[in-house]
């Protein structure tokens, strides 16, 4: 069992058609830089796990959107299930949920990866 205090996390990236071509071993870095930063907030058991999948929307405005991969049923109240987001699962009992390899799924719109800010650092330009 993992210790309460020592939270880990991972990225993957689903990118079967390679739309962010060289842009991915950054875009990994930077997604897995900004989980890093997160979880110093989070406590809990388990490995905190985020698939990015690269997605051809269009042009249709949405840079990028995210959730849960998997909900877990964790009782019922009044005949009604009692929902928790597949991370939260874990992050609590440290058992990751079967059927998912990821906890959370982040959406990234290809068609706007030109203008996402990659490997900066951290100072981002203006403009």
Do not use: C, R
């Not at 210790?3 to 390679?18: E, G, K, M, R």
């Not at 990015?52 to 909900?71: E, I, K, Y």
């Not at 609590?92 to 079967?98: K, Q």
């Amino acid at each position: 069992m993992i210790d309460a205090t020592t939270l880990a996390d991972a990225v993957i990236l689903n990118d079967p058609s390679n739309m962010a071509g060289a842009s991915s071993t950054v875009l990994v870095a930077d997604v897995k830089q900004a989980l890093d930063a997160w979880t110093t907030h989070l406590s809990g058991l388990g490995t905190l796990t985020v698939q990015v999948n690269l997605v051809n929307d269009g042009q249709n405005g949405l840079l990028a959107s995210g959730g849960p991969t998997l909900d877990a049923v964790i009782g019922t109240e009044d005949g009604n299930n009692l929902i928790e987001s597949g991370a939260v699962f874990e992050l609590a009992t440290g058992s990751h949920l079967s059927g998912g390899a990821s906890d959370i799924i982040v959406n990234v719109n290809a068609s706007y990866l030109s203008e996402f800010y990659l490997g900066g650092g951290s100072s981002v330009p203006s403009g």
